[in-house]
């Protein structure tokens, strides 16, 4: 693709991001794609209604809390990045945006729960649920206006939170095993294409830099630990349990690589931009 067809196709992009409804059916959009990797897997719960068999849009959370979460930061990246990269004016195209992500996520909300309510689960299980997905939607719609709306510095601590998303949810969407470690890269080298534009000589820079690689290596924990506290078995919810399992991520070397990743493009990228600058003002 020459430059100036990309440069149309942009401009093509941008043009139509200023209609409403493109912006609302763009958050839908977003929680379509965002649902692939359950979309594209074996049936999961069924539940029968007469003659017809409907399938839950959305995971059981206790059975399968990390995907949830998954499909949750991916829908939140989409529209968050499409704002900040596309829309001209990002405020209005981010709660429009914001609204579609609500309308497909509260559609596929009661989708789940009516299949789920009449398949064979107890009380305690839609209760666990209802409660998870709701706070995963409130969550959706923090981290899309952080990355839309948030200064660079903010917009980096959001894409922390998400760095590892995007290379798991294409891991689930392709389903190859030999790629699936190259992939996790992929989100920690976006982190670091921002704090390189962010750039290290400010000191609140360097607390920048330092609070996102922190919130990056700690994630995996978090959600490990979220994933077991959400469990319906007593012995995943014990302290001891929840312990060993958010250690067990932290001490992981790969987590470790992934932030040197990051460490090492953003550095390279500032080097790359001081020196840039250096001769422009030359």
């Not at 490990?224 to 959400?230: E, P």
Request: hydrophobic share 55%; aromatic share 8%.
């Amino acid at each position: 693709m020459s430059p100036r067809t990309t440069s149309r196709f942009v401009s093509a992009v941008r043009s139509a991001l200023t209609v409403w409804w493109v912006q609302w059916l763009l958050g839908i959009a977003a929680v379509v794609l965002a649902l692939l990797p359950w979309l594209t897997a074996e049936p999961g719960i069924q539940a029968t209604a007469g003659q017809e068999a409907a399938t839950s849009l959305l995971p059981l959370a206790s059975k399968k809390p990390h995907l949830l979460f998954l499909m949750g930061g991916a829908s939140a990246l989409l529209t968050g990045l499409g704002t900040r990269l596309l829309a001209d004016r990002r405020g209005r195209c981010a709660v429009l945006c914001g609204l579609g992500l609500l309308t497909g996520w509260t559609a596929a909300i009661y989708q789940s729960w009516t299949v789920l309510r009449t398949a064979v689960l107890d009380v305690e299980q839609l209760g666990v649920h209802l409660g998870l997905t709701l706070s995963m939607v409130v969550g959706v719609l923090v981290l899309h206006a952080g990355l839309s709306l948030a200064p660079l510095g903010g917009f980096s601590i959001a894409l922390a939170v998400l760095s590892l998303m995007p290379g798991y949810w294409l891991g689930e969407v392709l389903a190859v095993d030999a790629v699936q470690t190259h992939l996790d890269f992929l989100g920690p080298i976006m982190l670091g294409i921002a704090l390189g534009y962010l750039g290290f000589a400010r000191g609140s820079a360097l607390l920048l830099w330092c609070a996102a690689l922190l919130v990056q290596w700690i994630m995996p924990a978090v959600l490990s630990v979220a994933a077991s506290f959400s469990s319906s078995a007593e012995d995943l919810r014990s302290p001891n349990n929840l312990w060993a399992v958010g250690r067990e991520q932290l001490l992981q070397l790969h987590h470790v690589y992934l932030g040197l990743g990051t460490l090492a493009t953003a550095m390279l990228l500032s080097v790359i931009l001081l020196f840039v600058r250096r001769a422009r003002h030359r």
